[in-house]
């Protein structure tokens, strides 16, 4: 549920959608690692200008916490 959220915003600022990939697993701690994969191009875009757009997908994640425990660690990788 999360994964296909992220993956829809993402994909909405995204200069090239098209290789937007999102990805979850959850570590032996319990914190489930979501993990963006985009084009060098987008990095940029997708974290934002000093870390604000990627600090609101955090934002709108933290909401998931709240309703089903899972805290949620976002990370952003190159394709």
Do not use: H, W
């Not at 296909?4 to 990939?21: M, T």
């Not at 200008?49 to 909401?63: C, E, P, R, V």
Request: with cysteine; aromatic share 8%; hydrophobic share 40%.
């Amino acid at each position: 549920m999360v994964d296909d959220f992220i993956k829809s915003y993402v994909q909405k600022i995204a200069s090239y959608p098209e290789k937007i990939d999102v990805t979850t697993n959850i570590d032996s701690d319990g914190i489930c690692n979501v993990i963006i994969y985009a084009s060098d191009y987008d990095i940029g875009r997708i974290i934002g200008k000093n870390g604000k757009m990627i600090s609101s997908i955090k934002t709108l994640i933290s909401a998931c916490k709240a309703k089903n425990g899972i805290s949620y660690k976002i990370l952003v990788e190159s394709v």
